[in-house]
């Protein structure tokens, strides 16, 4: 099915301090930022957030849903802008769980759990958000099957059955854009998905198009694959200016695995061989036939 609990912690349980060395520090946002008007990782960091929170049209009162949380920084973001609201975050890292478990705010709430697993309380969520978790939502072996789309389908129903009839998603996912143009595309993309991200395999346009068929409908979307890359850029910075720690605490193979990561990636998203989206998704009204 998707990325295991084991996939997720290869990558996301190294040590919550050795991501703090290279993330924004407020939020510790581990995904693209948005640069059109930012000066700093920090601002775009909030950009993001800022516009996700949009997309899901997130309002006083609201009960959100976080899928893929992080370390919070999304949840801790929407009850700064809505203080009246509450958020669970669902994350698969026992190291994001414990983080955002530790937090003392009552509005905010952790489940170490997968979506497909979760039995949501009684109270429907009124706005859903996830931000780089449906990349991971797929594997390999479901993509050689042709059934990603089953399990992008499997995730839309459950988003329409644990929600209200009017709550929007503000979804932000990489997507594959084509067949890779050279051996050094191939190479980074194997290393990323091999490496980085195990159990993992990333959707299409068509793919998400296909499954929210019936479902949901694209009320607005951003194409951000360079902000992608640039955001990338800076966290290789951060990580270089914080080589001689890192390698006393954590050793040279994971200081040198990061570096070929993000530069990886970055190759990936600069050359438009994966692209980034952000997509407000409403849910499709029934038709009603009117009789004369």
Same mark, same amino acid.
Request: overall charge neutral; hydrophobic content about 35%; proline content about 3%.
């Given at each position: 099915?998707?990325? *295991?609990?084991?996939?997720? +912690?290869?990558?996301?349980?190294?040590?919550?301090?050795?991501?703090?060395?290279?993330?924004?520090? &407020? =939020?510790?946002?581990? #995904?693209?930022?948005?640069?059109?008007?930012?000066?700093?990782?920090?601002?775009?960091?909030?950009?993001?957030?800022?516009?996700?929170?949009? =997309?899901?049209?997130?309002?006083?009162?609201?009960?959100?849903?976080?899928?893929?949380?992080?370390?919070?920084?999304?949840? &801790?973001?929407?009850?700064? !802008? =809505?203080?009246?609201?509450?958020?669970?975050?669902? $994350?698969?890292?026992?190291?994001?769980?414990?983080?955002?478990?530790?937090?003392?705010?009552?509005?905010? #709430?952790?489940?170490?759990?997968?979506?497909?697993?979760?039995?949501?309380?009684?109270?429907?969520?009124?706005?859903?958000? #996830? /931000?780089?978790?449906?990349?991971?939502?797929?594997?390999?072996?479901?993509?050689?099957?042709?059934?990603?789309?089953?399990?992008?389908?499997?995730?839309?129903?459950?988003?329409?059955?644990?929600?209200?009839?009017?709550?929007? /998603?503000?979804?932000? $996912? %990489?997507?594959?854009?084509?067949?890779?143009?050279?051996?050094?595309?191939?190479?980074?993309?194997?290393?990323?998905?091999? !490496?980085?991200?195990?159990? *993992?395999?990333?959707?299409?346009?068509?793919? %998400?198009?296909?499954?929210? /068929?019936?479902?949901?409908? %694209?009320?607005?979307?951003?194409?951000?694959?360079?902000? =992608?890359?640039?955001?990338?850029? +800076?966290?290789?910075?951060?990580?270089?200016?914080? !080589?001689?720690?890192?390698? +006393?605490?954590?050793?040279? +193979?994971? @200081?040198?695995?990061?570096?070929?990561?993000?530069? *990886?990636?970055?190759?990936? @998203?600069? $050359?438009?061989?994966?692209?980034?989206?952000?997509?407000?998704?409403?849910?499709? &009204?029934?038709?009603?036939?009117?009789?004369?």
């Amino acid at each position: 099915m998707m990325a *295991s609990k084991a996939d997720i +912690e290869h990558h996301y349980d190294v040590d919550n301090d050795f991501f703090a060395l290279f993330l924004d520090k &407020k =939020y510790r946002v581990y #995904s693209c930022g948005v640069w059109k008007s930012a000066v700093d990782l920090d601002r775009a960091q909030e950009h993001k957030l800022d516009r996700l929170c949009r =997309y899901a049209n997130v309002q006083q009162g609201h009960n959100v849903i976080d899928i893929g949380c992080g370390w919070g920084g999304l949840m &801790k973001r929407v009850v700064e !802008k =809505y203080p009246d609201t509450h958020v669970h975050g669902l $994350t698969l890292s026992t190291e994001q769980f414990e983080y955002v478990k530790s937090n003392p705010d009552q509005r905010l #709430s952790v489940e170490l759990s997968a979506w497909q697993d979760y039995s949501p309380p009684e109270r429907k969520f009124d706005s859903i958000i #996830s /931000i780089g978790a449906f990349e991971h939502f797929a594997s390999f072996e479901n993509h050689a099957a042709s059934r990603q789309r089953d399990v992008y389908r499997s995730f839309f129903d459950w988003c329409q059955s644990i929600s209200t009839s009017d709550a929007q /998603i503000g979804l932000q $996912t %990489i997507v594959i854009n084509r067949a890779p143009n050279s051996v050094s595309e191939l190479r980074d993309s194997r290393y990323l998905l091999d !490496k980085v991200f195990p159990g *993992s395999a990333l959707p299409s346009i068509s793919d %998400i198009q296909a499954a929210m /068929i019936d479902k949901y409908e %694209i009320s607005a979307v951003r194409r951000i694959g360079l902000d =992608y890359a640039r955001t990338l850029s +800076e966290w290789n910075s951060r990580l270089v200016l914080n !080589k001689d720690n890192i390698v +006393e605490r954590y050793g040279q +193979e994971l @200081f040198d695995h990061y570096r070929t990561y993000f530069d *990886s990636a970055r190759r990936c @998203f600069g $050359t438009g061989y994966v692209d980034l989206y952000q997509a407000s998704l409403s849910r499709v &009204k029934p038709l009603r036939i009117l009789s004369k």
